[in-house]
C-alpha cells in the first residue's frame, strides 16, 4: 500500500472509533438505563485509550515524515496536503501528552461530576472545591507539556478548542466587548422595559410537531437525522449522514425551540462537510468557535428575526391560539429579544451572553496563575457578576457551581462560545452582500439559500483549513472581528426598544 | 501487574470493545437513520478488528502461559482457574483463523445482506445465488482452519455457537425428535381443529403497556433495560445493568407479546449473571441453545401456559374487550397454542417449530458438503417441507429464502434453536421438583420464584462452565435430552385436542 493510502486506511479506523465513542455518548445522555452508568464509563475510557494508542503510533509519525515529499507535490488546498498538514499538528500535540497524564484526567473528571451534580444540587462549594483542585492540577501539568511552545499557559488551553487562537487576541477581543457590549446592557436597563409576558401553556406535543416543521425547513431530512429529547441539549452524531440533535421541552415557554434551532445548526454543519473528507481527520468542524458560529446563526439570527417569525408566526398562532392571543409578529419577535441580565449562562439573551463569557475567561486565566485562594473563588465570582451585570448572586448553585466544564477540568473552553457569536455576525454580514434578498426569502419560509451558501463557502471544507483560514474564505478576512456582532446588537436591540445605541462618540 | 490481573485488565478492554459493538448493532436496527448505514458498517468493521487484534495478542497467549500454574491451584469452578480455562479455549480457536480470512468472510456477509433482502421481497434466488456460493466458500475455508480438531466439518460450525456440541450428537437428538415428535403433529393435523380465531384488533398503544406489565413481573427493571420497536425482535445490550430488547407489533394479533416475553428470557440469562464475571469473557451466557432455552421458557412454558393466562386473562379482557369478547382463560389458553404446519419458521408453533430446524441441520450438511449443485437449493428444501410437514411452498420468499442465516455464513447456528426448545422442558422437569407450587404462583401473578430458581441454578454462571456442564449444574444432567421436551408436547397438545399422544407402543 503507497503511505498515504496507508495514512488514510488507519486515520480511517481511528475515525470509526471516535464516531463509536460519540454514538455511545449519545446512547448514554438519551437512551441508556440509568444503571448502565459505570459500565458505560468504563467502555468509554477503553475506546479513549484505544484511539489515543492508535493515533499516536510511531508508524503514523513515520508515514508522515514519508509524506512530506507528497505534501509539498499537492497544491495547499488539496485534500492530499491537508490531510497530511492537519494530521501532523494533531500527531505532534497528541503524542507530547503522556498516556497516563491523559488517562488521570480522563478518570478525575469522571470522579468529579456526580461530585459536581451533588454540589450543585445541594449549594455545597466546599465538598466540590477538593475535585476542582484535582482537575485544575491535572490541567496545569498537562499545559506544561506543551512548554514553549505557546506566549502563555491559557494558550494551550485555548488551542485544544479553537486551534491557533491565542489569549492576548481573545483579551483584546474581550476588552472592545466590555466598552462597547456593556453600555447597550445599560442603556436597556434605564429603557421602559418590554411587558412581561403572561403566564401560558406550550403543550410538548404540539411544540415538538412544530420544531419539526422548522427545522425540516433548514434541512433537517428523516433519513439523515434524529432528534431527541435530553436534559442539557447538544448536538453529536457519526459523520454527516447521522446527525443527532438533542433538545428540551418546558410547558411554559418555547425556549426548546430556540434549543433545537441551536442544535440544527451544528447538525447543519457537520451534514455539509464534504463527503471526500469522510472517515479522516478533516471531516468534522474547524473549532467549537466556527461551530458555535452556526448553532448561534440558525438560532438567533435566523430563529430570533423578524423576517422568520413574520412566516411561522400564523402557525404558532395556529398550534398555540391561548398562549399568544393578542400578539402580532412584530409583538412576539419583540418578546423573543427581550433583554435581562440574568445568573445563568444558558439562559442569557444576545445582549448579556458574552458578558458571562468574559468574566468566565477571566477567572479561568487566574484559576490557572493561582491568582487567589480558590477558596475565594465564589467571592470572585460573584463579585464579577455584579461588576458585568449588577446582579446578586443568591447562592453558589445559581453562581460558580452552574456550568458543567470546570468539573470536567476543561478550561479554554468557554471563550468559544463568544467567540461564535462574533463570527455568525462576521459570516452574516458577508452573506448578505452575496443573497441581498435574504430577509424576503426567511418571510416566504426559504432557508436554502442560506443553507446552501453556508455549505459553500464554509461547511464543505471541514476541518482542512485553520479556524483563522476558514474564516478568510468564508468572512472574507482571517480574524475573529467584534464589530459587525457589536453592530447587530445595536440595531436590532435598538429598534426593539427605541433606543438609539450608537458608537460613542469619540472622547 | 500480576499476571492475572493483567490478564483481567485486557480481557476487560476486549470485553468493553465488545460491548461498544453491541450497543452500536442495537442502535443501527432500533435509531440509526437509514443513511447511517454505510458508515456504520464501516465502524462495526473497524471495531470487529480491533478486538480480534487485541485478543488474539501475543501477550495474552503469552499470559496464559504463565498462568498454568496458577490455574491448577485454584478450584476448578473458581473464577480464577474458570477465566484462564476459557479464555484459553478461546484464543486457541481465535488464534487458528487468519485475520484476513476473518475480515473477508465479515465483508462477504456484508455485502450478501442487501441481496439476499432484495431476493427474498422479489422471490429471485437466481440473484442469491452467487453471494450464497461465496459465502459457503468462505465458510469452508474457515472450517479447514481447524483440520483435525473436530470429527465432522460441521461440528466446527456447530462449536461457534454451541461449544463442544458434536454433530453425531444433533443427530441422534434430531432422529429421535422425528420418530417421535412428527406423530404428534400428524395426530393432530387428523384430529379436529380448533376454531378459527375471529378477525380484530389490539391497538397498539394497549399492547404495548400490557406486555410492560407482564415482563415487568418477570423483572423486567427500568432502571436497567428497555424495550423498543424493531423489524426482527432480538435481545441485546452492554451486560447485565443494561439490557435492551426489542419487540414488533401487528394490529390483528398479539404475536408482539409473545416475541418480548421470549426476548425478556434472553434478558433475564444476561441480567442476573454474576457481578464478579462483568467485563470478562466470562460474563454472558454460555451458549446459543442455553439462551434459546430461556427465551423459549418465557415465551411457551410460561406465556403459553394455564396459569399464567389464569392470571393474565382477566386483565387482557380489560384491555381489549372487543378482541376476545366470548372467550374465557381456557378458549383463549387453546388459541394461543394451535398446532398449525406452516411455511415460516419463526411463526412455527411449538409441535413443527423443530422439523423446520431439522430440515435447516440436514440441508447445511449436505451445503457443507457439496452434495447436491447450489441450483438445486429451493427444490431440495420444497421436498423436505413436504416431507415433514405436508405443505407446498408457493415461491421462495416463503421457503429457502426466508431466513438471514446464510446470508450471513452462520451455518450452524439453526441446530440451537431446537436445542433451545429441548433444554428449557429439561429444566423445566427439575424446576418443578424444586418448587412443586410453581403453576399455584403464576396463577397469583408471582414469577420471581422461577426467576430466583434460574438465577441460582443457571443464570449466575454465566460463562464459567461449557454448555454440557452447565446443564449438568441445572438440570442434573450433562446431555441434552429429547424426551422431557416430548412429553411436555404430548401432555398439553394431547388435553387441548382431547387426544391420547402417547408414547409409541413398542414394535
Known amino acids: 500500500m503507497k503511505p498515504f493510502d496507508e495514512l488514510r486506511r488507519r486515520l480511517a479506523e481511528v475515525s470509526d472509533l471516535a464516531r463509536a465513542s460519540a454514538i455511545l455518548g449519545w446512547d448514554q445522555q438519551t437512551m441508556m438505563p440509568p444503571l448502565g452508568a459505570p459500565g458505560r464509563a468504563e467502555e468509554l475510557a477503553t475506546l479513549g485509550r484505544v484511539i489515543h494508542e492508535r493515533f499516536t503510533s510511531p508508524e503514523i509519525g513515520r508515514l508522515l515524515d514519508e509524506l512530506a515529499g507528497f505534501e509539498q507535490d499537492h497544491p495547499y488546498d488539496s485534500f492530499e496536503a491537508s490531510l497530511v498538514r492537519v494530521t501532523r499538528r494533531d500527531w505532534e500535540k497528541a503524542c507530547k501528552v503522556p498516556a497516563d497524564l491523559r488517562a488521570e484526567m480522563s478518570r478525575a473528571a469522571s470522579l468529579a461530576h456526580p461530585v459536581w451534580v451533588r454540589a450543585r444540587r445541594e449549594n455545597d462549594f466546599a465538598s466540590f472545591l477538593p475535585v476542582l483542585r484535582a ?17 502563555e499557559p491559557y494558550d494551550a488551553a485555548l488551542d485544544d478548542y479553537e486551534r491557533g487562537m491565542k489569549t492576548a487576541e481573545v483579551r483584546a477581543i474581550f476588552e472592545y466587548l466590555k466598552e462597547h457590549q456593556s453600555p447597550i446592557v445599560h442603556a436597556i436597563a434605564d429603557a421602559e422595559p418590554l411587558p412581561e409576558p403572561p403566564s401560558r401553556r406550550f403543550p410538548l406535543e404540539l411544540q415538538k410537531q412544530f420544531e419539526l416543521e422548522i427545522v ?168 464579577r457578576i455584579w461588576d458585568y451585570l449588577r446582579i446578586e448572586v443568591p447562592d453558589d448553585t445559581h453562581g460558580v457551581l452552574q456550568d458543567v466544564h470546570w468539573s470536567g477540568g476543561s478550561l479554554g473552553y468557554f471563550p468559544t462560545y463568544a467567540l461564535g457569536n462574533l463570527i455568525s455576525a462576521q459570516l452574516w454580514e458577508r452573506m448578505t452582500v452575496d443573497l441581498p434578498d435574504i430577509d424576503e426569502s426567511f418571510e416566504q419560509g426559504e432557508f436554502e439559500g442560506l443553507r446552501e451558501w453556508l455549505r459553500e463557502n464554509l461547511h464543505r471544507h471541514g476541518r482542512k483549513f485553520t479556524p483563522s483560514e476558514t474564516l478568510e474564505r468564508a468572512a472574507g478576512v482571517p480574524k475573529i472581528d467584534p464589530e459587525p456582532y457589536v453592530r447587530y446588537l445595536r440595531r436590532k436591540l435598538g429598534s426593539i426598544y427605541g433606543l438609539r445605541l450608537d458608537a460613542p462618540a469619540p472622547s
Open 135 to 151: 482537575n485544575l492540577e491535572l490541567k496545569r501539568r498537562y499545559i506544561s507539556c506543551f512548554d514553549g511552545d505557546y506566549d
Open 216 to 383: 425540516r425547513k433548514f434541512g433537517f431530512d428523516d433519513e439523515a437525522w434524529r432528534l431527541d429529547p435530553t436534559v442539557h441539549p447538544f448536538a453529536s452524531g457519526a459523520g454527516s449522514q447521522d446527525i443527532r440533535i438533542t433538545t428540551r421541552y418546558f410547558e411554559g415557554n418555547l425556549d426548546g425551540l430556540f434549543a433545537t434551532m441551536h442544535e440544527c445548526g451544528h447538525g447543519l454543519y457537520e451534514h455539509q462537510i464534504g463527503a471526500e473528507l469522510d472517515r479522516s481527520p478533516l471531516g468534522r468542524g474547524t473549532s467549537l468557535g466556527v461551530h458555535e458560529s452556526q448553532s448561534r446563526m440558525w438560532e438567533n439570527l435566523v430563529g430570533r428575526s423578524l423576517p422568520f417569525w413574520r412566516f411561522f408566526f400564523p402557525r404558532l398562532q395556529e398550534l398555540f391560539p391561548d398562549a399568544v392571543r393578542g400578539y402580532d409578529a412584530e409583538r412576539w419577535y419583540r418578546e423573543v429579544n427581550a433583554v435581562e441580565p440574568s445568573l445563568i449562562r444558558v439562559e442569557a439573551d444576545e445582549a448579556t451572553y458574552n458578558l458571562h463569557i468574559i468574566l468566565r475567561f477571566e477567572i479561568e486565566q487566574d484559576l490557572l496563575a493561582e491568582r487567589f485562594p480558590l477558596e475565594q473563588l465564589p467571592e470572585e465570582w460573584n463579585r
